[in-house]
């Protein structure tokens, strides 16, 4: 038997795969799929404390190894958040992880402050890295001092894991990891989007309505691992790998390097049952590599 959990702070998670925010609905979409329960959890839809609409259509588009998406956040709203889609998580046996966002430092505060007396929610993580609304998004994460902010106000207001996740459209990301690490957050996502685009040469247009949005998928993953390793370097809290992780081969690198688990968001789009199949395969190296605990395996890197 393997042992495939990990810990995030206080948090234990039965493996170390969650689902990415924003690319997993509020939990329950996906439920014809796979089973939730078996995923080491879950990071819910970013809410904010009103619902947004998000940004025109177009806001999704193929690129040739990837995604990019200018969605804008649309969400139902902390109030709806609370009365309907998390009582849907209620019995499941799996760590739930909020995505919060606000439009200003102080928003960020009163989401947190909203949603943290929920004991269906296991950990809150800070979006201060959506590339695609003006406030509430890129402007806070690329500033070390802003990052500081949110995370101080934030963790006045919840005793519960806090992770923050973190741009990588920066000039040095572990700036802004260690102004969140010293401000009280207990771990980093890393990372989000990369800021991307593209046009249509039939029609020149953008592909995007907003014509910038974040790219995703197999396509980022060596910037992802580079700046998860960076990260991991100098931080003493863990550090959640996330960017194109589509096999369970990726995950193994990103343990390698270092993060204590890894988020998947663009694979499940191409393959729902994806993050299942990453946590079975991760299991499957660990026996055929006599490794008893998955755990074993974080920063295990040979330096040649
Ligand atoms: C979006 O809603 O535009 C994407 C979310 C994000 O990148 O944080």
Not at 174 to 185: D, F, K, R, V
Not at 287 to 296: A, D, L, R, T
Request: hydrophobic residues 40%.
């Amino acid at each position: 038997m393997v042992d495939l959990s990990v810990k995030i702070g206080s948090l234990r998670l039965k493996n170390p795969v969650l689902t990415a925010s924003g690319t997993f609905g509020y939990g329950r979409d996906y439920d014809e799929y796979l089973d939730i329960a078996q995923l080491g959890g879950i990071v819910t839809k970013t809410i904010t404390l009103n619902p947004r609409e998000g940004n025109p259509m177009p806001r999704i588009a193929e690129t040739p190894a990837g995604m990019l998406n200018s969605i804008g956040l649309s969400n139902v709203g902390a109030d709806r958040y609370l009365s309907d889609k998390l009582p849907a998580l209620k019995n499941v046996d799996t760590v739930v992880i909020a995505n919060v966002a606000g439009d200003t430092i102080e928003e960020y505060g009163e989401i947190v402050s909203r949603i943290q007396d929920q004991s269906r929610i296991d950990g809150i993580e800070i979006n201060v890295s959506c590339p695609n609304v003006k406030q509430g998004g890129l402007a806070f994460g690329t500033n070390p001092d802003i990052t500081a902010e949110v995370v101080r106000i934030s963790r006045l207001e919840t005793e519960k894991p806090l992770i923050v996740k973190l741009t990588p459209n920066v000039t040095d990301i572990t700036e802004i990891a260690l102004a969140a690490q010293e401000s009280g957050a207990d771990a980093v996502s890393c990372m989000n989007t990369l800021v991307g685009m593209g046009i249509d040469i039939s029609t020149r247009k953008p592909l995007l309505h907003h014509i910038l949005g974040g790219l995703s998928g197999p396509s980022i993953k060596p910037v992802a691992l580079a700046k998860a390793y960076q990260i991991v370097q100098v931080l003493d809290i863990p550090v959640i790998g996330i960017g194109g992780i589509m096999t369970w081969e990726d995950a193994v690198e990103f343990l390698l390097a270092g993060v204590t688990a890894v988020q998947v968001g663009t694979l499940s789009f191409v393959d729902p049952y994806g993050s299942i199949a990453i946590i079975e395969g991760l299991r499957l190296y660990c026996q055929k590599n006599g490794i008893s605990k998955v755990e074993n395996l974080i920063g295990g890197m040979i330096q040649s």
